[in-house]
């Protein structure tokens, strides 16, 4: 079959190949992932049970709540910000049944488990509603540039991709101690209330930053609003060595769910791109955008149409079809990016 074919038909044989292309030339960045918030996946693993378990009888109930209809209750509970949506389920087991057969929060659960608690931990979770994180699941593209965005900026939970993460994409955030006395200055008290994030310890952006210290962060139009119209130098604000690293501070890798299909999509970059870089880098000919072109993230669509102009991942399935075992051909495909110590430094259970 032809490989350019191959990506354009529609039978249940051809989504199998299609697949496959996807599993042989593409890899995931998970440096990428490490560079912004991120938890130990293993803290998860213990409360998925909790957040996921059936409730099938029980005798506790909603009080006056119980006379109205579910679809109600699950109305209301809609409204509710993701913080006292999870007060309310802690009420009893009805409560926990209630909230669990929500159609989005099983999808969010299964789905998005991690943003859900970093949203909890970093405090942001009392801004937004569940709907607010569904919907940032279910979108694919970016919304400050338009590529696809494989993760969320929570100062206004918006779906974000790492180059706008990485360059200076993103609505200018600033650290509120750093303002904290102009605002007060100017109203004489405390600052308004206005969406923060409280940031986590961690390892942060590609250069493996460290940051121990938890931090109160928020938009910078969210402060210009409190300055009445007063616009805060952003300018100046920007250039300070110590805001480069909050972009990564206030965004955490989320996956896009396609309602209809199912399906869900992390976002892959292309083997063959990182395989002519190296070739390139070992003759010193490194053409201008291989950088770029290795470092991009595809949708699956968008991957298989890079597919059929991209020579070198096709020269990847070629040999995958002939038998040759490819797998190690790229250590920087095997690890899905780099990274030099972040795996070791990460003591999650220190948070
Ligand atoms: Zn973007
Ligand atoms: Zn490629």
Redo the contacts with the bound molecule.
């Keep these: 079959m032809d490989l350019g074919e191959a990506t354009t038909r529609s039978s249940e044989a051809d989504d199998v190949l299609v697949s496959n292309i996807i599993r042989t030339t593409s890899y995931h960045r998970r440096d990428f992932d490490l560079a912004v918030i991120t938890t130990n996946p293993e803290d998860h693993r213990l409360v998925r049970t909790s957040l996921t378990e059936d409730i099938h009888t029980t005798y506790s109930c909603l009080g006056k709540l119980e006379i109205l209809p579910l679809e109600t209750i699950h109305q209301i509970c809609l409204l509710l910000d993701i913080w006292s949506l999870f007060r309310f389920r802690q009420v009893n087991r009805r409560a926990r049944q209630v909230v669990s057969a929500i159609r989005s929060y099983k999808v969010i659960v299964n789905h998005a488990l991690e943003a859900l608690c970093i949203t909890l931990r970093t405090n942001i979770a009392t801004w937004f509603r569940l709907s607010d994180l569904f919907d940032v699941l279910c979108t694919i593209k970016c919304h400050f540039c338009g590529a696809f965005g494989g993760f969320v900026f929570l100062p206004s939970f918006r779906r974000c991709c790492f180059s706008c993460i990485q360059a200076d994409g993103l609505p200018c955030v600033l650290v509120l101690s750093d303002v904290k006395h102009r605002i007060k200055q100017r109203l004489g008290r405390v600052c308004s209330p206005m969406p923060t994030v409280r940031t986590l310890p961690g390892t942060y952006s590609m250069d493996e930053t460290v940051r121990k210290r938890r931090t109160e962060i928020v938009l910078s139009e969210s402060i210009s609003a409190i300055y009445l119209n007063d616009e805060v130098d952003e300018t100046r604000v920007k250039r300070s060595k110590k805001t480069v690293l909050l972009p990564y501070m206030v965004t955490t890798s989320l996956p896009y769910f396609d309602y209809k299909s199912g399906v869900v999509q992390r976002g892959i970059s ?1 083997s ?2 990182q395989v002519a870089l190296e070739k390139a880098l070992r003759s010193s000919r490194v053409g201008s955008g291989a950088c770029a ?1 290795r470092d991009k993230v595809y949708s699956h669509d968008e991957f298989l149409d ?1 597919f059929k102009a ?1 020579q ?2 096709q020269n990847i399935w070629k040999s995958r079809r002939r038998g040759s075992d490819n797998a190690n051909f790229s250590e920087f495909v095997r690890r899905g990016g780099y990274f030099k110590r972040r795996d070791v430094i990460m003591s999650f259970n220190t948070f």
């Design positions: 292309c063959g791109c072109m890079h991209c070198e991942a």
